[in-house]
């Protein structure tokens, strides 16, 4: 490979929140352990450096020796370089009008709720699903509506259809947050699956938002769709994606929305005032979209053999455990729950015996999460691997206790 995957950056003392923010984790899971030993998996925010031209890209912007003003228009190249991707990437046209900047996919999510319904109607999310959609829902004073995926087992996660339709039919469900592809099970949607729930959407006058930020990390031989694409009638559709997952931007705020129906545009804008973007964030999309395509492609190709060996690993070390390759995204959905452990059980032996941070499955989906953990494809296989003799270390050694106090 022409770039290097197998070495991590050494994070401590980088500002990262994933490394040196213990007390946010601490909040979200009061229980994990954190500390220098810690291997942590509970974050997507990958520990590889970052593509070459990027990183040439903001020594160049730190010589300019001044940081003012920054805005989407002040570098033509800037929307340029987002219609040239998906051009290339998906043989997909984008008007640079469509294009509205924000600081992250969240904030593309937050403004769609803000815009489109009111405080105390309704959000419609298919769990499980990125628990932030939940929070958002809830911090702009509107009410989760779930209409729970079907798990068939392995990875096959469906849409429930009858469900879906359930819950758009009601009047005070007016926004419909999808996840492509779907955060953490993996799902990557079909073109058919993509235009009926835009029609059953459509249909009830409800707004689809669709997050694409992680619809980069594809497994070889899997189609992302963008919403954009598969669907023809565009008048309840917005699609928010960026840079941010693909080449680990998430600190310069490099996401946009897009937007083609006017009147859509028009009143998503009403009342929007993002955060004007960084010359960084400006020179990291264009160097990640102009410069950064065969990074991304060997990553993709790195990540396939990571989780591929990852999943194998889990089934060697932890045969009870059900761990399946998911269509996208670099994150593991592992269902522990035919051990039989309680909830405060797994955490115990997860987090504090086996020091391993992975996110709780309840944050997900806290309906029918219990028993599930969400693990981050974000290092090298030599951790990972390490990271399951420690977890399946731990389990060992609590079925021995247990044995021997019945005896």
Not at 97 to 103: C, D, F, R, V, Y
């Amino acid at each position: 490979m022409k770039y290097d995957f197998e070495h991590e950056v050494p994070r401590f003392g980088t500002y990262s929140m994933k490394w040196n923010d213990d007390a946010f984790f601490r909040i979200i899971t009061p229980n994990i352990r954190l500390d220098k030993d810690t291997i942590r998996l509970n974050l997507a925010d990958m520990d590889f450096r970052c593509a070459p031209a990027i990183a040439k890209a903001m020594h160049r912007v730190a010589d300019f020796e001044n940081y003012g003003y920054t805005t989407p228009n002040s570098a033509p190249e800037y929307k340029e370089s987002i219609i040239n991707w998906y051009k290339r990437r998906h043989d997909m046209i984008i008007q640079p009008e469509w294009i509205i900047h924000s600081n992250g996919a969240l904030d593309g999510v937050e403004q769609t709720i803000l815009a489109f319904s009111r405080p105390g109607e309704g959000v419609i999310l298919c769990r499980p699903i990125y628990r932030n959609f939940t929070s958002v829902t809830e911090k702009t004073g509107r009410h989760v509506d779930n209409c729970q995926m079907i798990n068939h087992g392995d990875g096959n996660y469906e849409m429930d259809w009858e469900s879906l339709e359930k819950v758009c039919a009601k009047p005070e469900n007016k926004v419909f947050v999808l996840c492509s592809p779907q955060n953490p099970v993996g799902r990557v949607w079909t073109n058919d699956e993509l235009c009926k729930i835009a029609r059953i959407c459509r249909d009830h006058d409800v707004i689809v938002v669709s997050d694409e930020i992680h619809s980069d990390i594809i497994r070889k031989g899997v189609k992302h769709i963008p919403i954009l694409d598969a669907v023809d009638d565009l008048s309840n559709i917005i699609m928010v994606s960026g840079v941010n997952k693909s080449f680990n931007l998430m600190g310069l705020h490099c996401a946009y929305s897009v937007i083609p129906d006017e009147d859509l545009r028009k009143k998503f804008q009403e009342g929007y005032d993002p955060a004007m973007p960084t010359p960084f964030a400006i020179a990291g999309t264009i160097a990640a979209y102009n410069e950064s395509e065969d990074w991304l492609d060997e990553l993709n190709e790195y990540l396939d053999d990571a989780m591929s060996f990852t999943v194998s690993y889990i089934k060697e070390k932890l045969p009870k455990c059900t761990a399946y390759l998911p269509q996208g995204s670099y994150v593991l959905w592992l269902d522990f729950s035919d051990y039989g452990y309680p909830m405060a059980t797994l955490q115990e032996l997860i987090y504090q015996k086996a020091n391993v941070a992975l996110q709780k499955g309840t944050s997900h989906d806290p309906g029918q999460g219990d028993g599930f953990m969400r693990l981050c494809v974000t290092c090298s296989k030599a951790n990972l691997k390490t990271a399951v003799d420690r977890i399946a270390a731990a389990f060992d050694e609590y079925e021995k206790s247990a044995a021997e106090t019945k005896e």
